[in-house]
């Protein structure tokens, strides 16, 4: 049966209870709105298509992340970077819950971050991953919701990146991230001071990531006991196709790995992706470089190893499965092409 009780002028409660089913309630402005629904839900409820949404209305959504970032992202292979982008969404998104978390929300969310500047293709994968969490919420934790991430309008697809490095511009970003002294005019800096990034280890990274054209989270990941440098070779055990692949090292790949001191926990590269990220952006700054990406470093790498290797070499290489995938990576120029005709 369904109630109406004014509890303030403004404020009026709908209440509905019906045997073998959960009470439900919501607060009205008025009293006509407040019998119209509920007997809209006393009609749901008797004809057995009820949905509880009492638990989207009290979920808050940094609540959610925090549960999906407990149970799920660390099963994840690029738990990094999730991690980045689940805290813009509990900083922009957080304070809502779930039933308020609507499609036009959402689409104003993702056209203010177009409008800042983030890649559609960016913006795509962040939205992607906001439908996981809402899509944990309704399978894990059983919230009656609609999953307004995966309904909302992806923006148009980009024409894929080809940006390589230019004449030049490979030496000033090795430059940028090397460590040299340098000189400053005045009393308080007089003499010498040091030049280059902070971090000693994206140096190597850098330089690994464009012999091997291994992906960014593939070299955080790598463990010295996966290396061999005999043989010269570095075993990724998980990948993002899922499959692990051997990945064999030039003489410079060797010499760079060699150079580098051992962690205390095992591991290559002992960075997170956040400290990546920070320390790439200041290095490009600093190289007067405009739109260069880490993962463009991929992009060259590829291109240089097809020069050497032929295509099915080159996939086994970089792991493509898919030799379509593959030809989004490789870029030879034009001019090295007519070099090879004669």
Known sequence: MASIRELEPGKVLARVRIKGRPEVSKVFPD???????????????????????????RLLVRDLIDAYSTAILPTQKSADTTALRLARFRRDLGAYTLETLTRARIAEWRDARLAEGAAPATVTR?????????????????????????????????????????????????????????TVQGSKRAGAYRVGTRNPMMLPLVQLAVETAMRQGELLALRWENVDLEVRTAHLEDTKNGE?????????????????????????????AQAVKLAWGRACRRAGLDDLHFHDLRHEATSRLAE??????????????????????YHPRATDLAKKLG
């Open 31 to 57: 009293a006509r709105k407040a019998a119209a629904w509920a007997a809209a839900q006393e009609h749901s409820l008797r004809a057995g298509d009820f949905r509880d949404t009492r638990s989207a209305r």
């Open 308 to 329: 050497k290797l032929n295509l099915l070499e080159l996939a086994a290489v970089t792991g493509h499965k898919d030799l379509r995938m593959l030809k989004r990576y």
């Open 244 to 272: 692990s692949r051997t990945v064999p090292l030039s003489s410079r790949a060797v010499a760079v790995l060699e150079a580098l001191p051992r962690s205390a926990d095992g591991r290559v590269f002992p960075l997170t």
């Open 126 to 182: 962040e939205l992607g991953i906001l439908s996981s969490v809402i899509s944990y919420a309704r399978k894990d934790l059983g919230v009656e919701v609609e999953n307004a991430a995966g309904l909302v309008r992806r923006p148009p697809a980009t024409r894929g990146r080809d940006r390589r490095l230019e004449s030049g511009e490979e030496q000033r970003l090795l430059e940028a991230l090397g460590d040299h002294a340098g």
